[in-house]
């Protein structure tokens, strides 16, 4: 099995991995070919979930036997809603916003089932729990100070010369709107 022939080196290489190919997945959701179709985002996790599948068979020439667990089953009905809202966020809030919030999310959830369901040795379970408690911080703050400001609409009546009523609406912005 690969698992058997990896080291601890391995394992990091992975995770790296990972983390900028989860970090990369929604770069196609923010382009103007998918915004201008206006693509559901249960479609878009639905070509995630076909390519993820078609992939998976990739390591069978690896020497992986194929095994079934119901467990493949559970994850998945955790991957598909939350690769969906995932898309949902992105699109709405934006990729920085929705990955800090999430990131943040996976990192407390993942660090208890790993810590304290899975009993994974740590050197130091508080200082574990304080690091995940000072990258979840951060991860808020950069999720907060991602999003733009928020624009103020005033509408005020007004009459024009044949004294009829109307509605004008300003904007008003930061500087730093301006500017930037």
Do not use: H, N
Not at 27 to 41: M, Q, T
Not at 61 to 72: A, L
Not at 162 to 168: A, V
């Amino acid at each position: 099995m690969i698992l058997e022939q990896c080291s601890e080196a391995c394992g990091y290489a992975a995770a790296i991995t990972a983390a900028i190919c989860m970090g990369s997945f929604g770069v196609p959701v923010k382009s103007e070919v998918v915004s201008r179709l206006d693509v559901d985002p249960l479609v878009v996790q639905s070509y995630k979930t076909l390519i993820c599948f078609l992939t998976s068979w990739l390591i069978i020439p690896m020497g992986e036997p194929v095994r079934f667990t119901s467990w493949g089953i559970v994850s998945g009905i955790f991957w598909v809603p939350g690769g969906w809202a995932g898309i949902y966020g992105i699109r709405t809030a934006g990729l920085a916003v929705a990955a800090g919030t999430w990131s943040s999310m996976i990192v407390l959830t993942s660090f208890f089932w790993g810590i304290f369901v899975f009993e994974e040795k740590v050197k130091s379970k508080l200082g574990a729990c304080c690091a995940c408690c000072t990258l979840i911080v951060g991860l808020i703050g950069m999720s907060m100070f991602s999003r733009p400001r928020a624009k103020r609409r005033d509408v005020e009546q007004v009459g024009d010369e044949k004294g009829m009523q109307k509605k004008r609406e300003s904007i008003t912005l930061d500087e730093e709107d301006i500017e930037g």
